[in-house]
């Protein structure tokens, strides 16, 4: 909160008026109307008397405070997404900067705000995405170097999956050399505390997020052995690891959409029209299907938003934008099958 809300509200806590205020001071009225409003600032020499008048501390005063809660940061977070949505990115980027300026250490909020405007500018389409980009990347740096190694971590292992494609081999390796080896699984203990207190919610939670987390990891990985199997020309390698790709979505009750992604992989990477074609038919009707995680029984105590309809929708504008103008399906753009299917989807919307 600004110093002008602060005086607002607990002015009216105590339940005095602007008069009262001005009287106990030793100030005008219109001096007391004109903080409130933000127009003008308490001069330095009566902010003791003020403090203590509103019955807080200076720092409190001042709104000297480095950290927002994990509740702030995520309604921040949330109306971004929602004004990006109403008034255009680059209206959002403004105003999720100028509350980073207004929290420069707070790097939960950084790191927040930096993967929420990253993301929109895939689900969106902006233009000059460099010029963004540039300016997200050195966010991430920055909670790259601070205090806390969870989150330090965390962003230092998505710097690294940038500088690796773009081929910045010896700035990624520099932050592997960061990263710690460890075997502690520091949730999976704090899950067993809480299961030993009887909070089972909490440990059930715990838990979820791990499953959620760690079956993720598990298709990142097969992707990624997809690629090395398709680079030595083993095909049936990497047929087989879509069919676990899709296998794991099912087992795991995940978002229909990851079950299609390993064989789309294949499908664009060989140039396989037909394939590609095929697989687009069925792939693209399952990103608008709504998944609702907490319906499944392996996730029911996430607290987490459904991906909802409109987001689905904005994601699959953006594979078509992403189809539409990426050089990897140039043999696809000019096929009949592949122009009527984007047509189809480029009316509905």
Request: charged letters at 30%; one cysteine or more.
């Amino acid at each position: 909160m600004k110093i002008n809300e602060i005086i607002k509200l607990k002015r009216k806590e105590l339940d005095l008026t602007q008069e009262q205020m001005a009287e106990y001071l030793g100030v005008t009225t219109p001096a007391v109307n004109k903080w409130e409003k933000g127009n003008s600032y308490p001069d330095i020499i009566i902010l003791p008397a003020l403090a203590r008048l509103l019955k807080v501390d200076l720092n409190t005063l001042l709104s000297f405070n480095d950290e927002l809660t994990d509740q702030e940061i995520g309604k921040f977070t949330n109306d971004l997404v929602t004004i990006i949505d109403a008034k255009g990115y680059d209206e959002g980027f403004k105003i999720a900067m100028d509350k980073i300026y207004n929290y420069p250490n707070c790097y939960k909020l950084i790191y927040s705000v930096s993967s929420t405007l990253q993301g929109a500018l895939f689900m969106y389409g902006v233009e000059d995405k460099d010029k963004y980009e540039k300016q997200i990347e050195k966010l991430f740096e920055r909670v790259g170097k601070c205090n806390n190694p969870e989150l330090c971590n965390h962003v230092n292992s998505l710097l690294i999956s940038k500088y690796i494609q773009r081929k910045e081999y010896d700035s990624a390796q520099k932050l592997i050399d960061t990263l710690p080896n460890t075997s502690i699984n520091k949730k999976q203990i704090q899950a067993n505390l809480y299961i030993k207190q009887g909070k089972l919610s909490e440990a059930s939670e715990i838990l979820e997020q791990e499953l959620l987390f760690m079956t993720n990891n598990i298709q990142t990985a097969l992707l990624s052995m997809i690629d090395i199997a398709l680079q030595e020309s083993r095909y049936e390698d990497a047929i087989v690891y879509a069919d676990k790709i899709q296998q794991t979505a099912e087992i795991y009750q995940l978002w229909d959409y990851n079950k299609y992604i390993g064989h789309y992989q294949i499908a664009i990477k060989t140039k396989d029209k037909q394939k590609s074609i095929d697989i687009l038919k069925v792939m693209l009707p399952s990103i608008r299907k709504l998944w609702t995680i907490s319906n499944s029984p392996l996730y029911k105590h996430i607290k987490s938003k459904d991906v909802d309809n409109k987001m689905g929708l904005i994601m699959l504008n953006s594979i078509i934008r992403e189809l539409e103008t990426s050089e990897e399906a140039d043999f696809l753009k000019r096929d009949p099958k592949f122009i009527e299917l984007l047509n189809e989807y480029k009316a509905e919307n």
